[in-house]
């Protein structure tokens, strides 16, 4: 058996002020480095003009306001917008399936886990399975298009499609998640309440309504801020099911950040931050709320 | 020697006053109970007590020794929760010699701590068991050996028996009785049952809101109540409160009851006004035997066979206990006789001080 | 339990679910199951314009020549490399961080709170080019530890959550319990506290890996040569050079997607209480 060894005097005395600061002081340099001060450098580089390796130049709000005349801008922002919209259908969706599978029948557990397979695997991955499933002459989704309509559809290489193409692979691993959210809920539903509601003739959908999904709030709570979330981090399927084309109909925030600050169109580091702080606001606009939420939550503790 | 005294200790969380103002001895080897109704901040003054939490104010002496700012190790004393706190990764004898093994001690002699721990508690067989196999009444025990293997001058007991059933409680109130006798400890106690604090202690200490009522021996608080709120706090079932009529009157009190009986009482009153009378139910006579005698309608019958409590209405519509033999016949709605005898009999003005004790043992 | 067990209905009911269960796992794993076969398909089949028959033979062969042509293995090799550390880095600076969020009194302790969640939260592109200078700077773009480094940090504002929640729900009178009985702060730590939280690490850990084997943008921003490169960014390269040979970008989608499937199927419990916290009341 082996001591510990005594603490010093000073140590022991004090070890009630010092020891919250000792265990606190690695984890929070190491997210202050990488997160925090990151956050305030991007917002200070948004007002410069920077290619990544030369001096930099302040130029105040340029950057912004060249954005407000990039149509690319625009149409990402519509984009992203359209993703939140639909990717909010992962909530509904996972609630559906969640009740589906909430039963107890031989092999469910197996089920269970096979339906939530998606959320497991990488977006990449999926990314390029829809591709697969979208590609015009041998793939399945237009081999079906040709089957039922006579005409084929190339999803990725048609403006108007591509953007819903591509929410629709978001939405698969999405909707898993969403799932698995419900079926946790589902599973430390308070049966007595259920009973009661029962004995009161309550059942069906009017169940559902007035005495499930109140239980189920946490839950919902739970998945709306990952969705929302998710919606607008959006970045993996776009770049590589689309990389934002065709001719940038399928952009969004994060991808165009990604696109003026790094890749072949020049390395314009400052402008890439201004819309990476434009997206930032967006999302804090969502954080703050949830926050909130949270807040009053543990208060309520 | 480990004789515990606060002076004027205080306690504020935020602007919220807990603990206002205490003032209290307690002597080498002897067994206090704090009792008082629950959020009276029993708890929190045990844990000052421990330096589990900070003394706003005042001083806190442990053997004489100033603890104000002392950390909660080096106060010499031990704690057993209400939730007993186990460590569920640990066995038993994990558990009771944990503190030696953290504070350094020798092998052997942790070894040899917790083996006669082990035995007092009749805890040998289960040493090599994990809480979560044990009773409640069990680890209630690991929970105490935990606190004895350390041998420290002062023990602090936090509602130890509240999570236990009621007849494993009587016996382990006989259990920490007898370890008191043996290790000679001061023990601090606390409970919001003042049956456990009338069969245990050597002092009680009666809080309400922050603030001790009274301090006494139990028999003193039984029988010489200061206030209604020990008077009503301290026997079960409660004392009645009375309203009455009280005025000075050949040299004693005489006070007019509901109905209009008069009591005559002895000792002394300044002047006349609206009073309270106090009377237990087991020293109202059911039988009409007393110095005043009212008229009362029964309201309720519990026949506990060994005794008859009655719940009756007087004449004002005041409801009170009384106690009476078990093979007492009335039924909801007969008319007893009930006796109020003068030298059992409270009194307390206006603002809750009792003006006279019916000391019986006077 | 809700909806009413399917025990309790009819016969035909029962029957009509037990037939719906396998049909709609199919359709819904319909993209995965396709691209399975897909990567057992010989070339062959795909010259021939057999897309979607049953392939004439099962080709392992395209997972021989997966490995064999391509630097997958290499790949791999480079997520472990990355997802390893970072998962012992995160969860071990979180359980630090969690207990002193959970065990102290901060007087900073919601906005302590606020920053971490916050941080969760925000999009990574507004952290993209400040790390990204950072790790130059420090000599570690393109390698392993510049993004072990990252993801450690990153993933800590997450753990950090979980574990000071995970930590607040253990009863505080064990840690005042061993304070009076004289334990020191770190001791209560090591051997109370740490050993209780054995589910949090093991559920922490599944999915710390999970992300972070599947990160791709971190991949493209702080890698840019072969050498340190993880699968994910590795398969999209490489399904830029099999242009159409979708046999083999199946068959590595496959192996890059399962180490992670591996980890979910074993520690299937862990991950979906490490998932699902907070999605349940209390
Ligand atoms: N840490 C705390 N912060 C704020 N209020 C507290 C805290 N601890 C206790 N209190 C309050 O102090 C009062 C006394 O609590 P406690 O000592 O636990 O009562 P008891 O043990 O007598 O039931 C209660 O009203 C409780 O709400
Ligand atoms: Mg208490």
Same mark, same amino acid.
């Given at each position: 058996m082996q001591h510990d060894p005594q603490p010093a005097g000073f140590w022991k005395r004090n070890q009630m002020k010092i020891a919250p600061y000792v265990f606190f002081a690695p984890g929070a340099l190491m997210f202050s480095i990488y997160v925090l001060i990151p956050i305030v450098q991007s917002i200070w580089i948004s007002f410069q003009d920077w290619d990544g390796l030369g001096p930099k130049t302040w130029i105040g709000l340029a950057n912004y306001v060249e954005l407000l005349d990039d149509d690319t801008f625009y149409v990402a922002l519509k984009n992203n917008l359209l993703w939140l919209g639909l990717y909010l259908l992962a909530i509904p969706m996972g609630l559906a399936a969640a009740l589906f599978l909430n039963q107890n029948v031989w092999g469910i557990r197996l089920y269970k886990s096979m339906f939530f397979f998606p959320f497991v695997i990488s977006q990449v991955v999926v990314g390029l399975m829809f591709t697969w499933f979208y590609?015009?002459?041998?793939?399945l989704f237009s081999q079906m298009i040709k089957w039922l309509t006579g005409s084929e559809v190339a999803i990725l290489a048609d403006e108007r499609y591509v953007t819903y193409g591509i929410i629709v692979a978001g939405l698969w691993p999405q909707t898993a998640y969403c799932m698995i959210l419900y079926l946790t809920g589902l599973n430390n539903l308070n049966s007595e309440q259920i009973e009661a509601a029962r004995m009161d003739n309550a059942r069906g959908w009017r169940l559902l309504r007035h005495v499930i999904l109140p239980q189920l709030a946490p839950a919902t709570f739970i998945a709306m801020v990952v969705t929302v979330i998710g919606a607008l981090r959006s970045f993996d399927l776009v770049s590589i099911m689309t990389a934002g084309g065709p001719y940038g109909s399928s952009q969004v925030l994060s991808y165009f950040m990604y696109e003026q600050a790094l890749s072949e169109y020049g390395y314009r580091m400052g402008y890439g931050a201004a819309i990476a702080v434009v997206l930032f606001l967006i999302m804090m606009v969502f954080i703050t709320l949830f926050i909130v939420r949270m807040i009053a939550q543990e208060r309520n503790r | 020697m480990a004789e515990v005294s606060l002076s004027n200790v205080k306690k504020d969380f935020g602007a919220i006053s807990i603990i206002k103002g205490i003032d209290l001895e307690i002597k080498d080897g002897e067994f206090c109970v704090f009792v008082g109704? =629950? !959020?009276?901040g029993k708890s929190t003054l045990l844990r000052m007590i421990a330096g589990? +939490?900070?003394? =706003?104010?005042g001083a806190l002496r442990i053997g004489g020794r100033d603890m104000t700012k002392i950390g909660p190790s080096d106060r010499g004393v031990a704690m057993v929760f209400q939730s007993y706190a186990l460590y569920p990764h640990m066995t038993v004898g994990e558990n009771i010699g944990f503190g030696l093994r953290m504070t350094g001690h020798e092998k052997a002699e942790i070894a040899k701590r917790t083996a006669a721990a082990a035995k007092m508690l009749q805890l040998e067989p289960l040493? +090599?068991?994990?809480? !979560?196999? /044990?009773s409640g009444g069990q680890r209630q025990r690991v929970a105490i050996g935990r606190a004895i293997v350390r041998n420290p001058e002062v023990f602090l007991f936090d +509602?130890? /028996? =509240?999570? /236990?059933d009621a007849s494993l409680r009587v016996q382990m109130r006989g259990e920490i009785s007898r370890l008191h006798q043996d290790l000679g400890a001061t023990m601090i106690y606390v409970t919001h049952d003042q049956v456990e604090a009338m069969t245990m202690a050597d002092k009680i200490v009666v809080l309400s809101a922050g603030r001790i009522e009274q301090v006494g021996s139990p028999l003193e608080l039984y029988h010489r109540p200061k206030n209604l709120f020990v008077a009503g706090f301290i026997g079960s079932p409660k004392m009645n409160f009375i309203p009455v009529d009280a005025r000075p009157h050949n040299g004693g009190i005489e006070v007019t009851l509901p109905g209009g009986a008069t009591l005559q009482l002895a000792g002394t009153l300044a002047a006349a006004g609206k009073m309270t009378l106090g009377l237990r139910p087991e020293h109202a006579s059911a039988t009409g035997a007393g110095d005043a005698v009212l008229p009362a309608k029964v309201q309720l019958a519990e026949h506990l066979g060994s005794e008859t409590l009655f719940f009756v209405s007087l004449a004002d519509g005041t409801e009170i206990a009384v106690k009476a033999d078990g093979l007492a016949a009335e039924r909801p709605g007969d008319t007893m006789q009930i006796g109020f005898p003068a030298r059992a009999c409270h009194l307390f003005d206006a603002d809750g001080n009792a003006v006279l004790n019916g000391d019986l043992t006077r | 339990m809700f909806p009413t067990p399917i025990q309790k209905a009819s016969g035909p009911t029962r029957l009509a679910y037990q037939i719906a269960l396998p049909i709609a796992l199919v359709i819904w794993l319909f993209p995965l199951i396709g691209v399975a076969v897909t990567s057992l398909r010989p070339a062959s089949d795909l010259a021939a314009g057999n897309y979607f028959g049953v392939p004439s033979s099962i080709a392992f062969e395209n997972y021989a020549s997966v490995f064999r042509d391509s630097p997958i293995g290499w790949y791999i090799l480079n997520s472990f490399k990355v997802t390893i550390p970072t998962v012992i880095g995160a969860v071990g600076l979180s359980c630090l961080t969690g207990f002193a969020l959970a065990v102290y009194g901060f007087r900073a302790n919601l906005w302590v709170f606020f920053a971490f969640v916050a941080g969760n939260f925000i999009p990574f592109q507004i952290l993209m080019v400040p790390v990204r200078d950072l790790t130059l700077k420090a000599g570690l773009y393109d390698s392993t530890l510049g993004l072990v480094l990252f993801h450690v940090a990153f993933q800590t504002g997450f753990c950090t959550l979980f574990m000071r929640n995970f930590i607040k729900g253990m009863p505080f009178a064990l840690i005042e319990s061993a304070r009076v009985e004289g334990v020191s702060e770190w001791q209560i730590f090591r051997h109370i506290v740490l050993p209780l939280m054995r589910p949090a690490i093991a559920a922490l850990s599944v999915l710390v890996f999970t992300f972070v084997w599947n990160d791709y943008f971190w991949a493209t921003v702080l890698v840019q040569g072969q050498?340190?490169?993880p699968v994910t960014a590795g398969l999209y390269a490489l399904n830029g050079q099999w242009v159409a040979a979708w046999h083999l970008v199946s068959a590595g989608s496959i192996v890059a997607a399962l180490p992670p499937v591996l980890m979910f199927f074993l520690m299937q419990r862990h991950f979906i209480a490490g998932l699902t916290l907070g999605a349940t009341k209390g």
């Amino acid at each position: 058996m082996q001591h510990d060894p005594q603490p010093a005097g000073f140590w022991k005395r004090n070890q009630m002020k010092i020891a919250p600061y000792v265990f606190f002081a690695p984890g929070a340099l190491m997210f202050s480095i990488y997160v925090l001060i990151p956050i305030v450098q991007s917002i200070w580089i948004s007002f410069q003009d920077w290619d990544g390796l030369g001096p930099k130049t302040w130029i105040g709000l340029a950057n912004y306001v060249e954005l407000l005349d990039d149509d690319t801008f625009y149409v990402a922002l519509k984009n992203n917008l359209l993703w939140l919209g639909l990717y909010l259908l992962a909530i509904p969706m996972g609630l559906a399936a969640a009740l589906f599978l909430n039963q107890n029948v031989w092999g469910i557990r197996l089920y269970k886990s096979m339906f939530f397979f998606p959320f497991v695997i990488s977006q990449v991955v999926v990314g390029l399975m829809f591709t697969w499933f979208y590609a015009p002459d041998f793939g399945l989704f237009s081999q079906m298009i040709k089957w039922l309509t006579g005409s084929e559809v190339a999803i990725l290489a048609d403006e108007r499609y591509v953007t819903y193409g591509i929410i629709v692979a978001g939405l698969w691993p999405q909707t898993a998640y969403c799932m698995i959210l419900y079926l946790t809920g589902l599973n430390n539903l308070n049966s007595e309440q259920i009973e009661a509601a029962r004995m009161d003739n309550a059942r069906g959908w009017r169940l559902l309504r007035h005495v499930i999904l109140p239980q189920l709030a946490p839950a919902t709570f739970i998945a709306m801020v990952v969705t929302v979330i998710g919606a607008l981090r959006s970045f993996d399927l776009v770049s590589i099911m689309t990389a934002g084309g065709p001719y940038g109909s399928s952009q969004v925030l994060s991808y165009f950040m990604y696109e003026q600050a790094l890749s072949e169109y020049g390395y314009r580091m400052g402008y890439g931050a201004a819309i990476a702080v434009v997206l930032f606001l967006i999302m804090m606009v969502f954080i703050t709320l949830f926050i909130v939420r949270m807040i009053a939550q543990e208060r309520n503790r | 020697m480990a004789e515990v005294s606060l002076s004027n200790v205080k306690k504020d969380f935020g602007a919220i006053s807990i603990i206002k103002g205490i003032d209290l001895e307690i002597k080498d080897g002897e067994f206090c109970v704090f009792v008082g109704p =629950s !959020g009276c901040g029993k708890s929190t003054l045990l844990r000052m007590i421990a330096g589990l +939490e900070d003394i =706003s104010q005042g001083a806190l002496r442990i053997g004489g020794r100033d603890m104000t700012k002392i950390g909660p190790s080096d106060r010499g004393v031990a704690m057993v929760f209400q939730s007993y706190a186990l460590y569920p990764h640990m066995t038993v004898g994990e558990n009771i010699g944990f503190g030696l093994r953290m504070t350094g001690h020798e092998k052997a002699e942790i070894a040899k701590r917790t083996a006669a721990a082990a035995k007092m508690l009749q805890l040998e067989p289960l040493l +090599e068991r994990k809480p !979560g196999q /044990l009773s409640g009444g069990q680890r209630q025990r690991v929970a105490i050996g935990r606190a004895i293997v350390r041998n420290p001058e002062v023990f602090l007991f936090d +509602e130890p /028996l =509240s999570n /236990l059933d009621a007849s494993l409680r009587v016996q382990m109130r006989g259990e920490i009785s007898r370890l008191h006798q043996d290790l000679g400890a001061t023990m601090i106690y606390v409970t919001h049952d003042q049956v456990e604090a009338m069969t245990m202690a050597d002092k009680i200490v009666v809080l309400s809101a922050g603030r001790i009522e009274q301090v006494g021996s139990p028999l003193e608080l039984y029988h010489r109540p200061k206030n209604l709120f020990v008077a009503g706090f301290i026997g079960s079932p409660k004392m009645n409160f009375i309203p009455v009529d009280a005025r000075p009157h050949n040299g004693g009190i005489e006070v007019t009851l509901p109905g209009g009986a008069t009591l005559q009482l002895a000792g002394t009153l300044a002047a006349a006004g609206k009073m309270t009378l106090g009377l237990r139910p087991e020293h109202a006579s059911a039988t009409g035997a007393g110095d005043a005698v009212l008229p009362a309608k029964v309201q309720l019958a519990e026949h506990l066979g060994s005794e008859t409590l009655f719940f009756v209405s007087l004449a004002d519509g005041t409801e009170i206990a009384v106690k009476a033999d078990g093979l007492a016949a009335e039924r909801p709605g007969d008319t007893m006789q009930i006796g109020f005898p003068a030298r059992a009999c409270h009194l307390f003005d206006a603002d809750g001080n009792a003006v006279l004790n019916g000391d019986l043992t006077r | 339990m809700f909806p009413t067990p399917i025990q309790k209905a009819s016969g035909p009911t029962r029957l009509a679910y037990q037939i719906a269960l396998p049909i709609a796992l199919v359709i819904w794993l319909f993209p995965l199951i396709g691209v399975a076969v897909t990567s057992l398909r010989p070339a062959s089949d795909l010259a021939a314009g057999n897309y979607f028959g049953v392939p004439s033979s099962i080709a392992f062969e395209n997972y021989a020549s997966v490995f064999r042509d391509s630097p997958i293995g290499w790949y791999i090799l480079n997520s472990f490399k990355v997802t390893i550390p970072t998962v012992i880095g995160a969860v071990g600076l979180s359980c630090l961080t969690g207990f002193a969020l959970a065990v102290y009194g901060f007087r900073a302790n919601l906005w302590v709170f606020f920053a971490f969640v916050a941080g969760n939260f925000i999009p990574f592109q507004i952290l993209m080019v400040p790390v990204r200078d950072l790790t130059l700077k420090a000599g570690l773009y393109d390698s392993t530890l510049g993004l072990v480094l990252f993801h450690v940090a990153f993933q800590t504002g997450f753990c950090t959550l979980f574990m000071r929640n995970f930590i607040k729900g253990m009863p505080f009178a064990l840690i005042e319990s061993a304070r009076v009985e004289g334990v020191s702060e770190w001791q209560i730590f090591r051997h109370i506290v740490l050993p209780l939280m054995r589910p949090a690490i093991a559920a922490l850990s599944v999915l710390v890996f999970t992300f972070v084997w599947n990160d791709y943008f971190w991949a493209t921003v702080l890698v840019q040569g072969q050498h340190a490169m993880p699968v994910t960014a590795g398969l999209y390269a490489l399904n830029g050079q099999w242009v159409a040979a979708w046999h083999l970008v199946s068959a590595g989608s496959i192996v890059a997607a399962l180490p992670p499937v591996l980890m979910f199927f074993l520690m299937q419990r862990h991950f979906i209480a490490g998932l699902t916290l907070g999605a349940t009341k209390g």
